[in-house]
């Protein structure tokens, strides 16, 4: 089977008052309805692979090589509005903290919706109906009333269940989870990681999950490569 995903000699710098090479040489493969676990410690790097997958680290400061397949497609050579419409539609991410990744001047409903129309062309209506439906799947009580909530008025483990259910809200093939749990405390950790496999197999994806927990990475992950001051080790 061909790799959903094919990362080869993957290297990431960042410049300015000195050069600092994040990722040294990444090689990665994820497959259909796999589950990748990327496991280190912090600073080794497993961040920056993820966001450069989906292309989100600062232009300017950023130099990218190596080669980054993702469903066929060339991530690298992406600009514009098809880096625009590949983000959310083809590979999304749940970022590490909800609260810095969601808007606080928008509602949840207001935030999922604009994707889908952005990605779908709905209209309001649709896509307002596709974010009390998502609400719903991923568990939120009152979902219809949420929708109305702004980000500051959820818990930690609420606010983390809408950024599930913006970044499936387009039902994306590959979903990037960036220590979707570590924010949150134990009872809650443990009904993310609950959620998150019924998830991908309901939606068909495949999935990166970061950690730098062992205990969650053999928990979740078909697979598991170790990184290490950028590397992948073992």
């Given at each position: ?118 990605h779908e062309g709905c209209s309001r209506q649709a896509a307002y109906s596709r974010a009390l439906e998502m ?100």
């Open positions: 089977m061909s790799a959903l995903v094919d990362v080869r000699d993957l290297r990431v710098r960042f410049s300015g008052e000195r050069t600092v090479h994040a990722v040294n040489g990444v090689d990665l493969a994820l497959r259909e309805g796999e589950t990748l676990g990327l496991l280190g410690e912090s600073g080794s790097g497993k961040s920056v692979t993820l966001r450069a997958l989906l292309r989100l680290l600062p232009q300017r400061r950023t130099t990218i090589s190596g080669q980054v397949q993702v469903a066929g497609v060339d991530v690298l050579a992406l600009d514009g509005e098809a880096l625009s419409a590949f983000r959310g539609r083809t590979v999304s991410m749940i970022f590490q903290e909800p609260a810095l990744a969601l808007d606080p001047v928008y509602t949840i409903g207001a935030q999922i919706a604009e994707s889908v129309m952005r609400l719903d799947v991923v568990r939120i009580p009152s979902p219809k009333s949420r929708l109305a909530a702004y980000p500051h008025e959820l818990s930690g483990g609420m606010r983390q269940r809408a950024m599930i259910a913006l970044a499936l809200s387009c039902k994306p093939k590959i979903l990037l989870a960036d220590e979707p749990t570590t924010a949150l405390d134990a009872t809650v950790q443990i009904q993310i990681l609950l959620l998150l496999p019924e998830l991908q197999r309901e939606f068909g994806m495949s999935v990166i999950f970061v950690t730098h927990d062992i205990g969650v990475a053999v928990e979740v992950s078909d697979r598991l490569a170790v990184m290490y001051a950028g590397q992948i080790v073992e």
